[in-house]
């Protein structure tokens, strides 16, 4: 009995390493993927000098959640393009680390919207729907179309 046992806790033990090094090799690769959907500006935004309503998402391209928001963000790129500045700050590097401490961010990913003057009117945690991003924007004074 107690030799049969050995052999599976070595059968789930191999098992659990093996599924390890899966989900770190998986993750390498969607981190490098998305590391060209994310674009990172180094640029503060306490001062909005664009005339324009700003979202900021801070997260990073290692959080799911945080690629989930990729489409949201390219779709405001493209259909929002005159009306709203979109920033990602990956919060997990040297670069984006002090933007997280800026907006006191918990969690990532975290959204925070701007006004055209640069103040925070709004700020989300977690992913955030592309409809339910745009009803916050129109707050702001962001058209629609």
Same mark, same amino acid.
């Given at each position: ?5 050995? =052999?599976?806790? @070595? ?7 093996? /599924? /390890?090094?899966? /989900?770190?090799?998986?993750? #390498? @690769?969607?981190?490098? $993927?998305? %590391?060209? &959907? /994310?674009?990172? @500006? %180094? ?9 324009? *309503? ?6 990073? !391209? ?7 928001? !990729?489409? +949201?963000?390219? $779709?405001?790129?493209? #259909?929002? &393009? $005159?009306? +709203?500045? *979109? *920033?990602?700050?990956? +919060?997990?590097?040297? #670069?984006? #680390? ?8 918990? +969690?990532?990913?975290?959204? *925070?919207?701007? $006004? ?16 339910? !991003?745009?009803?916050?924007? =129109? ?5 629609? =179309?």
């Amino acid at each position: 009995m107690i030799f049969r046992s050995n =052999k599976k806790m @070595k059968s789930f033990n191999l098992l659990g390493i093996l /599924l /390890l090094v899966l /989900l770190i090799s998986c993750s #390498e @690769k969607t981190n490098a $993927d998305s %590391s060209k &959907a /994310l674009e990172t @500006k %180094s640029a503060s935004y306490s001062e909005n000098t664009t005339g324009k *309503v700003t979202f900021i998402e801070l997260g990073s !391209v290692g959080c799911v959640p945080c690629q989930a928001m !990729v489409p +949201v963000m390219d $779709d405001m790129r493209k #259909e929002l &393009a $005159d009306q +709203v500045e *979109v *920033v990602f700050h990956d +919060v997990w590097t040297e #670069e984006g #680390e002090p933007f997280g401490r800026q907006y006191g961010i918990r +969690v990532i990913p975290t959204q *925070v919207f701007l $006004d055209k003057e640069g103040n925070e009117y709004y700020r989300h945690e977690g992913y955030f729907a592309k409809e339910e !991003v745009y009803a916050i924007l =129109k707050q702001g004074g962001v058209e629609i =179309k």
